[in-house]
């Protein structure tokens, strides 16, 4: 390693702990949404190897595992970093043409997994405001990059068929009073979070009482949920969307009480390249939580379906405060 790769990984230690100990305005879903802060480095590739198990004979879907459980610092979804700039817009999207209407979207958290649907959102035609805790200004690069709109979080949902909630559990409690204010009839929100008690979000009651972390999220909002994203890799998001038949394609699980809602946003995750799985409802949503089977695991339909049935209700004792 050179001494300027060590240095980087000092700087994204240093980072990591800011985060983790409420130093950083809101957590990493909330990270400078061009990944200045959290490029990979030759010490963090080590730590984050994957292998690659194969399939069962009677799929033909590639399955990618970890080697060990993901550790909040190499989450997949809030933790991981952005993907490079320049170039992937094209060439990700060349066989994934928006099949229906232009939506308009609100994305509340500009982090790793916020600003990467931004990025696969806007190169598919929709029309996207985004905002984070700091405020529009620092969202110049990526407004600049991708032709989002930057907004207060109070006007993201403004006219949003879709509301995509992509904050630090620990700050869902803080989000602006009348979030929803102004979204059309019948909008959908999307909630992407996990929970993290020791790492980030300190002891939630309620959640480990047994409160699905979703559930608890769509109390605070006031507004039925749909559960997706919480455990896919922000990098998937532009480096892995491909058609429908592909036999790589990855899927996503997907769960909400509200059934109409959750086809919408089926068909949402279809269009920007991945399959879905339905995880059920809220209730049971423990099923794709950190420490589950499916949590972090790049599989298609068949071998996410069987991780949701392996899952256990029983909180591991690393994700508990």
Not at 87 to 113: E, H, Q, Y
Not at 199 to 220: P, Q, V, Y
């Amino acid at each position: 390693m050179t001494n300027a790769q060590r240095d980087r990984c000092a700087a994204g230690a240093a980072a990591a702990t800011r985060a983790t100990d409420g130093t950083a305005a809101a957590g990493d879903q909330d990270a400078p949404a061009d990944g200045e802060r959290s490029r990979s480095c030759a010490c963090h590739r080590a730590r984050t190897r994957t292998r690659a198990v194969r399939a069962p004979s009677d799929s033909r879907r590639s399955v990618t595992r970890r080697t060990s459980t993901p550790s909040p610092q190499d989450h997949p979804g809030e933790w991981e970093s952005t993907a490079p700039r320049g170039g992937w817009a094209r060439s990700s999207v060349r066989k994934l043409l928006r099949r229906g209407p232009t939506m308009k979207i609100g994305i509340i958290g500009a982090g790793n997994i916020g600003g990467n649907l931004t990025r696969r959102f806007t190169a598919l035609g929709h029309d996207v405001s985004v905002a984070n805790s700091r405020g529009p200004e620092s969202l110049a690069g990526l407004v600049a990059e991708t032709g989002a709109r930057a907004v207060p979080a109070a006007e993201a949902a403004l006219g949003a068929d879709f509301v995509v909630v992509t904050v630090p559990l620990k700050n869902v409690p803080d989000l602006p009073a009348g979030l929803f204010d102004g979204a059309t009839e019948g909008f959908a929100v999307i909630d992407t979070g996990n929970y993290y008690p020791k790492e980030r979000d300190g002891l939630i009651a309620e959640i480990e009482g047994g409160l699905t972390e979703s559930r608890w999220t769509e109390r605070h909002l006031g507004h039925p949920v749909v559960k997706a994203f919480n455990g896919t890799y922000a990098q998937d998001l532009v480096e892995r969307p491909l058609p429908q038949g592909d036999p790589e394609h990855l899927a996503v699980p997907v769960a909400s009480d509200d059934e109409d809602a959750k086809r919408r946003v089926r068909a949402l995750i279809d269009e920007i390249g991945f399959d879905t799985v339905d995880a059920g409802g809220l209730d049971e949503s423990w099923r794709q939580q950190p420490g589950t089977p499916v949590y972090g695991l790049r599989a298609g339909v068949e071998a996410v379906t069987r991780a949701l049935a392996e899952a256990s209700p029983e909180r591991p004792e690393a994700h508990r405060a």
